[in-house]
């Protein structure tokens, strides 16, 4: 039965997971800056597993996904759409390519999974001018919902229908999934407050702003509202200022207002499943509820639990998926989320910039591509 390995790259921790035969005998967390500053460490990790017992295959950091692509096949092309940075730029998580370029030098089979946007079962109509509508760790933690809630309901997972609201260290994003497949996304960029990112911008702020860096992306959330941008992202859920009040309420309500919207496209869907680093704070999923009461019909409201007691969901969920990719008992849950039916890039349906625009801005040279093709 398949050894395999998930990895979730986040803000705050890289954390890793690994299952073999269902089985988790992988279970850890390195803090973000000294895994991205030091690769060798998680290639080390997946290398002296891979010793231990060959391992089948390892579901690697993302970002914001390309559809089913081996780390050692990568090209400096893919990497940029993978991370969406020019060479050089600063800001974000930097060095998730060099960890990549390393991964897929290392002796592990490393794949990288897709992003909302990439999903068939998206329609296409929701992915104008998008890029993200959740990144590849979020497709991750959505598997991880979906299998769980069908065992909650005693279902398969073709017959569960939710919106995941994921409410992280840095930023929060909302998937909706109808009858097993991901329907819509708003990822952290384009989707809610966050603790420390701003979620969307309002275009006239963007304009007053000159430019948008990388950078700029991950500040104006919750925490720079309450005046403690470096605090613990706990910290927004137990205000003690007039501003720390503002913060909790304006995180609180956009949160809401995601899953209101997303509620179009997965109609009379009461379950919402909250996940990430908030979402195990005491007190956040009564206080989410009672206002969901207020936009959703007899709200059902569930926190994430997981199978292992270090790794983030997502870590989890990537863990799951690539079970499912090696042929183990995950498989029929890859089947219902489409991950091998994934295509295109995250370019490829902008129309306020062209896709030539936008990989130019990235440094992709070579011949233009139709929406839907593989870079």
């Not at 279970?27 to 460490?41: F, N, Y």
């Not at 430019?211 to 403690?228: D, H, N, P, R």
Request: hydrophobic content about 45%.
């Amino acid at each position: 039965m398949p050894r395999v390995i998930g990895i979730d790259p986040g803000t705050v921790s890289v954390d890793v997971c690994g299952l073999d035969d269902g089985h988790v005998f992988l279970d850890r967390s390195l803090p973000t800056d000294e895994a991205l500053a030091h690769p060798s460490v998680l290639v080390g990790l997946l290398e002296e597993a891979h010793r231990v017992a060959p391992l089948d295959l390892v579901a690697g950091p993302s970002g914001y996904g390309l559809p089913l692509t081996a780390a050692r096949d990568l090209t400096e092309a893919d990497l940029r759409l993978a991370y969406l940075a020019a060479e050089g730029e600063s800001g974000g998580i930097g060095g998730l390519r060099s960890l990549m370029r390393a991964l897929g030098r290392s002796s592990a089979p490393v794949v990288l999974t897709p992003g909302v946007v990439h999903l068939a079962s998206v329609p296409a109509h929701r992915k104008v001018n998008r890029v993200d509508m959740g990144t590849a760790d979020k497709v991750c933690a959505t598997a991880l919902a979906v299998r769980e809630h069908a065992e909650r309901c005693g279902c398969s997972e073709r017959d569960v229908s939710f919106i995941l609201l994921e409410l992280g260290g840095a930023f929060t994003a909302a998937i909706a999934v109808r009858e097993g497949r991901i329907v819509d996304g708003a990822g952290g960029t384009s989707g809610p407050l966050g603790v420390r990112a701003a979620g969307a911008l309002d275009g006239e702020v963007a304009f007053l702003a000159g430019s948008i860096t990388k950078g700029l992306l991950f500040v104006g959330g919750a925490a720079t509202i309450a005046g403690a941008p470096e605090a613990p992202p706990e910290a927004v859920a137990a205000p003690s200022t007039l501003r720390g009040r503002l913060a909790w309420e304006a995180y609180l309500e956009s949160a809401v207002k995601a899953v209101a919207a997303l509620s179009v496209s997965a109609p009379h869907t009461c379950d919402v499943i909250l996940s990430g680093r908030l979402a195990q704070v005491a007190g956040i999923r009564d206080e989410l509820a009672r206002r969901l009461a207020g936009v959703i019909a007899d709200p059902s409201v569930h926190a994430l639990t997981g199978f292992a007691a270090v790794a983030k969901q997502a870590a989890q969920g990537a863990a799951l998926l690539a079970d499912g990719l090696a042929g183990g008992s995950s498989a029929a849950l890859v089947d219902a989320l489409g991950i091998r039916e994934a295509c295109g890039t995250v370019l490829d349906h902008l129309y306020v910039i062209s896709p030539a625009q936008a990989r130019a801005r990235l440094g992709i040279t070579g011949a233009n591509q139709e929406p839907g093709t593989r870079n």
